[in-house]
């Protein structure tokens, strides 16, 4: 069983900053992406910005040029530094595994969210 943890959500004036982490540990063979998903009340999950093994990285077009994702791979963490938070930007955060898991299948895992709320 694979299992993800996020922390470092909370409450930030517009224009402020916040760094998200996210800890994996389990069953894991390999790692094909590492990344954040968002949703908002009454909106659907969005994608905001993914890490793949090798570390590309690709972002919502809302947040590129604000929000860096990184990876550190002997912990198996991955972290979203998010500058310049607009209230847009508040939504419950996700952590998303894509990987290999001991028998080889792929899985997918989700965290349980962590909040950001961007006052105006």
């Known amino acids: 069983q694979v299992q993800l943890v996020e922390s470092g959500g909370g409450l930030v004036q517009a224009g402020g900053s916040l760094r998200l982490s996210c800890a994996a540990s389990g069953s894991i063979l390999s790692i094909n992406s590492m990344g954040w998903y968002r949703q908002a009340p009454g909106k659907q999950r969005e994608l905001v910005a993914v890490?793949?093994?090798?570390?590309?990285?690709s972002y919502a077009d809302s947040v590129k040029g604000r929000f860096t994702i990184s990876r550190d791979n002997a912990k198996i963490m991955v972290y979203l530094q998010m500058n310049s938070l607009k209230p847009e930007d508040t939504a419950n955060y996700y952590c998303n595994l894509d990987f290999r898991g001991r028998l080889g299948s792929r899985s997918y895992s989700w965290g349980q969210g962590t909040q950001v709320t961007v006052s105006s």
């Open positions: 890490i793949t093994g090798g570390g590309s990285t």
